[in-house]
């Protein structure tokens, strides 16, 4: 059993060539994944005219083989994750889940797709939160959620985020509108909580409000076939407990052998889909540190992360995890990701799981039947 606290866990590699870093990513280019080394030519070879290889392409956030290059538009949705809003909808056809402290004592996600269409159901779906607009901003999102407060939805606005309140459009008289969510209290949840997002209704109406669904940007992850660490620990079960100053939550992650992923496991259960009952896992699985400060507003404290400023972290994909350090070059700008060593770290073909904690929230690994539950 390994526990590592953030605050004392890669500051001398954070201070040492974080500028060269970036260099590494210079020539990457949007879907381009991994770049592949070509095979070394002969003197024949050289005199004869070469063919370039076809170019291959790659999704943005899971690293899947596309046939041509990702040009459209990524959507998020906020996802509840208290007790009382679980199971979640529609999480296993996420690329991307991101879990952290968004307030206060609460734990909320946000599910990014880039196929929303596909999903006819997410959720359920809560109120916005100030790390959320952060995320969107920094990966162009579209953003929907169930309302926000003044401040919240202010700075949504101000940083010039397209976001929509389903909540509200669910109540409207047209179509169009009422498509784009839908409430479902089949299951006994709370009023609350049984708000769920229609995804081939969602991106109808950001069409219908002239949102460009064709954007070509940087995502900057990378992705290769096996993404197991070389020299990874082994990591059978993985603890994150999320903490900021008194609050705790925990989220463990068991691999699975059969599946080839880390299974998500919260408040004493595994997370299934309530509707395919289909167990969510994850093929990475990543923890992020970053400082997190305090904004006051609308009645509430609010948790803004300073992204820009870069941090430590853990990587963990096929049973194995390592120590790693991410940066960010701007307010506009994608993490990038690199091992201790100051290598790029390319992720697991798949989807993620991300965790984004304050430097103080332990993280614990090792086999099952020895880690801490």
């Keep these: 059993m390994k526990r590592i606290i953030a605050l004392t866990l890669l500051a001398a590699m954070l201070l040492a060539g974080c500028g060269k870093k970036q260099d590494y990513y210079a020539d990457t280019q949007p879907n381009a994944g991994v770049q592949e080394t070509q095979p070394e030519q002969t003197q024949a070879e050289t005199t004869e005219e070469t063919t370039e290889p076809a170019p291959v392409y790659y999704n943005p956030l899971n690293g899947e083989i596309l046939d041509a290059p990702f040009t459209g538009r990524i959507f998020a949705n906020t996802i509840s994750n208290i007790r009382d809003a679980i199971p979640h909808v529609g999480v296993n056809q996420a690329d991307m889940l991101v879990e952290c402290f968004v307030n206060n004592s609460i734990v ?4 990014l797709y880039t ?3 596909s999903v006819e159901a997410i959720g359920s779906t809560r109120s916005t939160r100030l790390m959320f607009n952060d995320l969107a901003q920094h990966y162009s999102l579209i953003l929907t959620h169930a309302g926000g407060s003044g401040t919240v939805i202010g700075d949504a606005n101000s940083r010039g985020i397209v976001h929509y309140n389903i909540d509200s459009l669910d109540r409207q ?5 009422q498509n784009t969510a839908y409430r479902d209290t089949e299951y006994g949840r709370g009023y609350e909580h049984c708000l769920f997002g229609n995804g081939p209704g969602i991106k109808a109406y ?4 002239g949102v460009p669904m ?3 940007r940087d995502y900057g992850f990378l992705f290769t076939e096996d993404g197991t660490p070389a020299n990874g620990e082994d990591a059978q079960q993985i603890s994150v407990v999320l903490t900021y100053e008194n609050y705790k939550k925990e989220t463990i992650m068991r691999y699975d052998e059969t599946l080839g992923k880390y299974v998500f496991y919260q ?5 299934t889909d309530q509707i395919t009952e289909e167990p969510e896992a994850f093929q990475n699985v990543v923890v992020m540190y970053t400082q997190i400060s305090k904004v006051y507003g609308s009645g509430c404290t609010y948790f803004s992360p300073d992204f820009v400023a870069g941090g430590a972290g853990y990587f963990a994909c096929g049973g194995k995890i390592i120590p790693m350090t991410w940066t960010c070059d701007g307010e506009e700008e994608p993490f990038r990701f690199f091992t201790e060593d100051g290598q790029p770290l390319p992720f697991g073909q798949g989807n993620t799981y991300i965790a984004i904690c304050a430097p103080e929230s332990p993280v614990t690994w090792g086999a099952v039947e020895e880690a801490e539950a």
């Excluded at 950001?206 to 409000?209: F, G, N, P, V």
């Design 214 to 216: 064709t954007l070509e």
């Design 206 to 209: 950001a069409e219908s409000q």
């Design 115 to 117: 196929d929303i269409e």
């Design 267 to 271: 408040y004493d259960q595994m997370m």
């Design 173 to 177: 008289g047209d179509e169009l509108s």
């Design 108 to 111: 909320r996600c946000l599910a």
